[in-house]
Protein backbone atom coordinates (compact mmCIF):
# COMPACT_ATOMS: atom_id res chain seq x y z
CA UNK A 1 0.00 0.00 0.00
CA UNK A 2 1.25 3.24 -1.09
CA UNK A 3 1.85 6.32 1.68
CA UNK A 4 2.99 9.48 2.01
CA UNK A 5 4.81 10.33 5.13
CA UNK A 6 5.55 13.81 6.31
CA UNK A 7 8.18 15.29 8.95
CA UNK A 8 10.12 19.08 9.90
CA UNK A 9 6.88 20.99 11.21
CA UNK A 10 6.63 22.70 14.23
CA UNK A 11 6.93 26.16 15.67
CA UNK A 12 9.31 29.10 14.44
CA UNK A 13 9.63 32.41 15.10
CA UNK A 14 9.15 35.22 11.92
CA UNK A 15 11.74 34.85 9.90
CA UNK A 16 12.90 31.76 10.53
CA UNK A 17 13.41 28.97 8.53
CA UNK A 18 12.12 25.24 8.66
CA UNK A 19 11.94 21.99 6.13
CA UNK A 20 9.26 19.82 5.19
CA UNK A 21 9.93 16.45 3.89
CA UNK A 22 7.21 14.05 2.43
CA UNK A 23 8.54 10.15 2.10
CA UNK A 24 6.28 8.08 -0.66
CA UNK A 25 6.94 4.55 0.05
CA UNK A 26 5.52 0.95 -0.94
CA UNK A 27 4.46 -0.75 -4.45
CA UNK A 28 5.67 2.47 -6.64
CA UNK A 29 5.41 2.41 -10.37
CA UNK A 30 6.27 6.32 -11.10
CA UNK A 31 5.27 9.59 -9.76
CA UNK A 32 4.26 12.56 -11.40
CA UNK A 33 4.26 15.86 -10.00
CA UNK A 34 4.54 16.58 -6.30
CA UNK A 35 3.19 19.51 -4.39
CA UNK A 36 2.90 21.31 -1.17
CA UNK A 37 -0.68 22.50 0.08
CA UNK A 38 -1.70 24.48 2.87
CA UNK A 39 -5.25 25.12 4.80
CA UNK A 40 -4.82 27.41 7.47
CA UNK A 41 -8.28 28.01 9.88
CA UNK A 42 -11.52 28.84 8.58
CA UNK A 43 -9.49 29.36 5.12
CA UNK A 44 -9.87 26.57 1.86
CA UNK A 45 -7.01 24.15 0.89
CA UNK A 46 -4.42 26.07 -1.18
CA UNK A 47 -1.43 25.20 -3.10
CA UNK A 48 1.92 26.66 -1.95
CA UNK A 49 4.33 25.09 -4.48
CA UNK A 50 4.55 22.09 -7.26
CA UNK A 51 7.35 20.26 -9.11
CA UNK A 52 6.82 17.65 -12.26
CA UNK A 53 8.54 14.87 -13.14
CA UNK A 54 10.92 16.78 -14.36
CA UNK A 55 11.19 19.64 -12.20
CA UNK A 56 9.63 22.58 -13.31
CA UNK A 57 8.44 24.38 -10.31
CA UNK A 58 5.46 26.75 -9.66
CA UNK A 59 4.87 28.79 -6.67
CA UNK A 60 1.96 30.60 -5.27
CA UNK A 61 2.74 34.29 -5.48
CA UNK A 62 2.61 34.56 -1.36
CA UNK A 63 5.87 32.66 -0.99
CA UNK A 64 7.57 33.59 -3.93
CA UNK A 65 11.28 34.37 -2.98
CA UNK A 66 10.68 32.60 0.26
CA UNK A 67 9.98 29.33 -0.09
CA UNK A 68 12.01 26.20 -2.48
CA UNK A 69 10.27 23.68 -3.47
CA UNK A 70 12.39 20.14 -4.22
CA UNK A 71 12.32 16.39 -4.88
CA UNK A 72 14.70 13.72 -4.95
CA UNK A 73 12.95 10.63 -7.36
CA UNK A 74 15.67 8.06 -6.15
CA UNK A 75 14.08 8.48 -3.13
CA UNK A 76 10.27 9.28 -3.65
CA UNK A 77 11.18 12.09 -1.47
CA UNK A 78 9.66 16.17 -1.98
CA UNK A 79 11.07 19.29 0.07
CA UNK A 80 9.70 22.53 0.89
CA UNK A 81 12.04 24.32 1.88
CA UNK A 82 10.64 27.37 4.08
CA UNK A 83 12.61 31.03 4.98
CA UNK A 84 11.68 34.31 6.54
CA UNK A 85 8.35 33.02 7.45
CA UNK A 86 5.64 35.22 8.45
CA UNK A 87 2.85 34.90 10.87
CA UNK A 88 0.42 34.77 8.30
CA UNK A 89 2.28 31.20 6.85
CA UNK A 90 0.97 29.43 9.37
CA UNK A 91 -1.14 26.25 8.42
CA UNK A 92 -1.14 22.64 8.07
CA UNK A 93 0.83 21.90 5.39
CA UNK A 94 0.30 18.53 3.44
CA UNK A 95 2.05 16.92 0.78
CA UNK A 96 0.25 15.71 -3.10
CA UNK A 97 1.70 13.26 -5.14
CA UNK A 98 0.54 12.30 -8.39
CA UNK A 99 1.11 9.06 -8.18
CA UNK A 100 1.14 5.28 -10.21
CA UNK A 101 0.79 1.98 -8.00
CA UNK A 102 2.63 -1.22 -9.63
CA UNK A 103 -0.49 -2.45 -8.50
CA UNK A 104 -2.90 -1.09 -11.20
CA UNK A 105 -0.66 2.05 -12.87
CA UNK A 106 -3.32 4.05 -12.78
CA UNK A 107 -2.74 7.52 -11.95
CA UNK A 108 -4.19 9.06 -8.49
CA UNK A 109 -3.69 11.70 -6.06
CA UNK A 110 -2.19 10.85 -2.85
CA UNK A 111 -1.88 13.10 0.44
CA UNK A 112 0.15 13.35 3.24
CA UNK A 113 -1.01 13.16 7.11
CA UNK A 114 -0.53 17.05 7.35
CA UNK A 115 2.21 18.83 9.23
CA UNK A 116 1.43 21.76 11.24
CA UNK A 117 3.60 25.03 11.06
CA UNK A 118 3.19 27.25 13.74
CA UNK A 119 4.63 31.28 12.64
CA UNK A 120 4.54 33.20 16.00
CA UNK A 121 7.11 34.95 18.64
Known amino acids: QVQLVESGGGLVQPGGSLRLSCAAS????????MGWYRQAPGKQRELVAL???????NYADSVKGRFTISRDNAKNTVYLQMNSLKPEDTAVYYCNADLASNSNREYSDYWGQGSQVTVSS
Open 51 to 57: ITGVSST
Open 26 to 33: GSIFNINA
